[in-house]
């Protein structure tokens, strides 16, 4: 709700193009950004950096501050991600993140290619991509300024 608020503010502002915004975040940032990016369709392009992975993975050596009471029972964080499609979004994850509760690359990979299907099925597989890095938990800016410039930018 706060997230979407924050939505509504920049949506009001002159100096901002409603039809331009776009969200990222980092780690629990990352789930937010996930989340806003499939809840408000105002949001025009998402980042979400160190979030992607499997709802089974964080319930070890994670906090459960992602977790509500059959959430897991339907969907997983793909699910979630697919609402997303089709505007542009971009996931980062590090090829040092390590397992318990980390967000390592192969399960990242696994994720996305449940979100490319949702992605197809609107024809717009060239929207999506997960983008590794050398690096951990951090978020990738260069990556996420080119794809937001290219997303973003003026018609």
């Not at 996930?34 to 499997?54: H, Y």
């Not at 319930?59 to 339907?74: A, S």
């Not at 992605?119 to 590794?132: C, H, I, R, S, W």
Request: hydrophobic share 40%; proline share 6%.
């Amino acid at each position: 709700w706060d997230l979407i608020r924050v939505v509504d503010l920049a949506a009001s502002r002159p100096e901002v193009d409603p039809r331009r915004i776009g969200c990222g975040g980092l780690s629990l940032g990352g789930e937010m950004a996930m989340w806003l990016g499939a809840m408000d369709t105002r949001i025009a392009a998402t980042v979400s950096s160190g979030f992607l992975t499997t709802m089974e993975n964080m319930r070890h050596g994670h906090c459960m501050c992602w977790d509500f009471p059959g959430l897991q029972r339907r969907y997983d964080f793909a699910d979630i991600y697919s609402l997303i499609s089709p505007r542009p979004l971009q996931c980062q994850n590090g090829e040092q993140e390590r397992l318990p509760g980390g967000f390592p690359v192969d399960l990242a990979t696994l994720a996305m290619n449940e979100i490319k299907r949702a992605y197809a099925v609107e024809g717009k597989e060239d929207a999506v991509a997960l983008v590794t890095h050398p690096e951990g938990h951090v978020f990738d800016m260069p990556a996420a300024k080119k794809f937001f410039d290219a997303t973003l930018r003026p018609q």
